[in-house]
């Protein structure tokens, strides 16, 4: 049951590829709460996902988009402020990708036109959304622009590679860009580091589940689930939260601030 923490906000969520995405569990809180959304994907995401499932159960209607292509994402911004009868309140941007990754190239051996690739996808298309949504003035008043984050932006987690750069680099738009719109019509701007997560992507990560259960020990609560991320992006996108900007927020069952835990000694 929601508390209605949304109530009349319009919103965009992308990424949401199927059940196991963080993107589609806070597309249904998000209606839970009272919202009106409209979904996002890349047209091939499109193809191998589930987003048809899901704008089914949330009432939104689907705008293909790819999110480095400018021209298609002011289209987005564009209907998406016409489907839902005027500006928009939240934003989350849940994108990310390499190809290095995929290929299992080493960090010392990676493919440099791949790495822009992974730039490009994962971090430089954020500030792409918000250039899109601040020259269309997108957003209203005291709205909210979330990216979702991970902590190798500040710490080295060798299996990442360069996605760990893009996580920096995404962070530094949200500061970056946050100031900007916190100036000009007080939207804010976080990203949220979000504890190892068994979605599609992120699974995919060499070593995965050994570090899902090592990050699970290390953490005084434990991995924080996509359920609970989802909840604290809700929170962010409400009213509730209006003065928090320009932050990357931890939530990650306190892993971020661990040196070591018997846990894994034991």
């Not at 500006?87 to 290095?100: A, E, K, R, T």
């Not at 710490?155 to 500061?175: G, H, I, N, Q, V």
Request: charged share 20%; glycine share 8%; net charge negative.
């Amino acid at each position: 049951m929601g508390n209605n923490l949304l109530k009349g906000k319009r919103g965009v969520i992308s990424g949401a590829l199927d059940e196991n995405s963080i993107a589609w569990k806070v597309a249904e809180r998000c209606v839970e709460e009272g919202a009106v959304i409209t979904l996002t994907n890349a047209p091939v995401a499109l193809r191998f996902g589930e987003l048809n499932k899901l704008a089914e159960q949330t009432g939104a209607e689907i705008i293909p988009a790819d999110a480095t292509n400018m021209d298609e994402l002011d289209r987005l911004f564009a209907k998406s402020v016409e489907i839902l009868g005027g500006p928009l309140d939240f934003v989350l941007h849940s994108i990310g990708m390499s190809v290095n990754v995929r290929k299992k190239k080493d960090y010392t051996d990676l493919n440099y036109e791949w790495m822009q690739k992974t730039f490009d996808v994962s971090a430089i298309s954020f500030h792409k959304m918000m250039q899109s949504l601040w020259k269309q003035n997108a957003m209203n008043d005291w709205g909210s622009i979330v990216a979702l984050s991970y902590i190798a932006a500040q710490r080295t987690f060798p299996d990442y590679s360069e996605m760990a750069e893009s996580k920096a680099l995404l962070e530094s738009f949200a500061r970056s860009f946050g100031y900007h719109f916190g100036t000009r019509n007080k939207v804010r701007v976080n990203t949220v580091s979000q504890s190892p997560t068994r979605t599609t992507a992120g699974s995919g990560v060499k070593g995965f589940d050994e570090f899902f259960t090592y990050a699970d020990k290390m953490s005084p609560l434990g991995n924080a689930s996509s359920e609970a991320c989802a909840d604290y992006c809700v929170l962010l996108f409400s009213d509730l939260t209006r003065m928090v900007t320009m932050q990357n927020l931890y939530h990650d069952g306190g892993f971020s601030s661990m040196g070591m835990s018997p846990a894994i000694l034991g």
